[in-house]
């Protein structure tokens, strides 16, 4: 093997705009999200929980118009850290990039132990409340998706529209039934997405967080874009489709899920609502089919989440600011497997962690809820980049004024607007912001630890990276 197969780009002519558009609806995790979220929307804001996702569709699109106009100026694997080091500076993308390996892994280790519980429900239930095995159920699911991941894109992506296709039929379905009752047994009356009925602007805004944190994980369709057939054009219009498609998905299924069980009985059963729902809605098998739906979305976001963390590593590794063996590329399938398989030992190793440690089991907890807050951070801050990028020709025609300014610096100030009110309001409690800003707080050191232990160009003058990074790019470009 060469050294160039052995450590480059990720092979291009993989990944057509389908296979994109899947891994980003894929990361968001529709299914375990509803699965969660279904009681927090009810009891933010009533029965008016399609207004907050259809408030947040807007500002959310824009930051996606934000991907999409970066991803044709520099289509990199490193995404917003590399953008945001480009456009303002190496150590802000450094942090970006350190902000969305923390959502990915963390995150990825934060579905391990559900996957476990699911498929235990299924299959032994009198197993659901041993620890010990639902984390080796769920350690063994994290294996095995991994194992599909390096199989290449293309057979990931396969898995990940079959789950996709059942789990979105599955609940729209579901959803159908729930609105024919709705109707049935209402009567309904608009005045249910009133302000007034949502209990004013703070059961509004209440909404919107849990909204904003149900979209997140969309932009899993840009990390694949030098793995892309159209490595230009397609994952970002990949990602503007994926937040399409999750608006309206959500905005059917809470509309025709949310009132089936009373407020009470759906917060009783928060954590399977879903399954409670499908029960209630269509007897028999109803349960189980649902049950299965949140499984597979479980597993098909667990693996998105390495694919996505494995390319970010890979691209940072490239600029030396992470180990060199993440560069590493399988000459055959065109992954980066090393970053691959390291991303999934990662979170092997926190799960035993926390199964060992109370005290770290809490304060992994701690950092995974303020992951929602994290990617509003690095969406906000691809949004700025975005307008900076463009501010040159943002004047120059109506498209570039909206598409280059309008849009994203939109959704930029929305997405800070709604990290701050996060906070202000108590729905980010104090353990969990301190947690996840020492997170953040860990990577700025790690920043000056590479930038003054190591020879990274990244950190030299931004133009002297530019010029670097773009003949990488041109180096590696099919």
Known sequence: MSEGAKTGAARPGRVTLGDAIVLGLCSSGPAQTLAVSLAAMVAACRYGGIVPVLACFVPMLGIAVGYHRLNRWDPSAGATYTWVARVFHPYLGFLAGWMILLYYTLGTSSLTMPAGTYTLELFAPRLVTNHLAVAITGGAWNIVVTALALRGLKIAARFEWIVVVFQYVAILALAAVGTVAVFQHGPFSWHLLSIEAMGGLRGLMSGMLIACFMYSGWDAAIYVNEESVDKVDAPGLAAIASVVILALFYSIALFGLQAVLDPLELQNHAGDALAVIATRLLPGPGGLVMSLVVLSGTLATLQAAVIAAARVSFA????????SAFRRVDPRTGNPWVATVVMSIINLCLLVLALTTNSLATALGNVVSS??????LFYALTGAAAVWQNRDRIGR????FLLGGLLPGLGTVFMAWIAVESVRTGATSRAVLAWGAG???LG?????FVRYCGNAVFFQPKSAFAADHTSVSREHSP
């Open 444 to 448: 700025a050191i790690a920043a000056a």
């Open 316 to 323: 940072m590794s490239r600029d030396g600011v992470m180990p």
């Open 397 to 400: 025609s109506t498209a570039d």
């Open 439 to 441: 997170s953040i707080a």
């Open 371 to 376: 992951l929602g807050l994290i990617s509003l």
